[in-house]
């Protein structure tokens, strides 16, 4: 894990929203005006977005603009009137820092994203600018990836089972190790078959672990990266730059 700071920031019995907000707002200290800054996608992110738009309408940080992660979040930014801009070089646009959320940071700050189903466009984004702050509450750190959920892998739909055999096949012999295609709930709130698009129009695969993921995760990025119908993972590693971390007493950790 990098350096640790902790600062006093008001206590009390605080919601994990709240402390979700908490982390979000001191994200928004590091922005300064001109800034080009990638935009995350989640409930976590989606209070950077409000403090942004709060502090631009206020004529604060002239000049900032955002490039969303996420259709949901290009709707959230456009609402609270943050300028957009394309992620296109040709736009001349470059990311000075991106804010974002995760689903499990690691002490050496690798992340699990994609829970929400963003993982490919916040992988690219995320992954142009010179500077990726997370924000998250104490209850997404974990000892290794993969302890708490679902760790999404974004695969094109065409021949989608044949990839979750392939992907299967990685982690032969793992014990607890299981791989399905998520779909999203019927309007009854059971399961249904229908896959879970994303905003690319592709499917997610979930791989569960039974107590997270042991190994070189740099080796098991490369042989998932390496099967021709895998697009990208949702293990992020050695991306995070800084984390901002809300704890439940109150006070946050700044980890760089
Ligand atoms: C979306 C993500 C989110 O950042 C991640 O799922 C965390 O979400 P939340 O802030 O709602 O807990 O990666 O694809």
Do not use: W
């Not at 631009?56 to 940080?61: K, Q």
């Not at 993969?146 to 990839?163: D, N, Y």
């Not at 190994?215 to 730059?241: K, Q």
């Amino acid at each position: 894990m990098g350096s640790a700071a902790a600062s006093p920031q008001p206590s009390g019995n605080l919601t994990q929203d709240e402390l979700k907000r908490v982390a979000a707002h001191r994200a928004v200290e590091f922005v300064e005006s001109g800034m080009t800054l990638g935009l995350g996608t989640g409930s976590t992110a989606a209070h950077a977005l409000d403090r942004l738009g709060d502090l631009l309408r206020a004529g604060a940080l002239p000049g900032v603009a955002g490039v969303p992660t996420s259709l949901k979040t290009e709707a959230h930014a456009a609402r609270v009137g943050i300028p957009l801009l394309p992620l296109d070089a040709a736009s001349g646009a470059s990311i000075r820092l991106s804010i974002d959320g995760a689903d499990e940071v690691d002490p050496d700050l690798n992340l699990v994203k994609g829970r929400g189903g963003s993982l490919l466009r916040e992988k690219m984004i995320e992954g142009a600018g010179d500077r990726f702050v997370v924000i998250v509450d104490e209850s997404k750190l974990v000892p290794r990836l993969g302890c708490t959920g679902a760790v999404p892998v974004e695969v094109i739909p065409f021949g989608a089972p044949h990839t979750l055999g392939l992907i299967r096949k990685v982690f032969d012999g793992v014990p607890g190790f299981h791989a399905r295609l998520r779909t999203v709930p019927a309007a009854n709130g059971e399961d249904s078959d229908a896959p879970f698009l994303t905003d690319n129009g592709n499917y997610i695969v979930e791989m569960f672990f039974e107590d997270g993921i042991r190994g070189d995760l740099l080796d098991i990025s490369d042989r998932l990266l390496r099967i021709t119908g895998v697009i990208e993972h949702g293990m992020f590693l050695g991306m995070a730059t800084t984390v901002i971390v809300a704890n439940k007493d109150g006070t946050v950790t700044v980890i760089n």
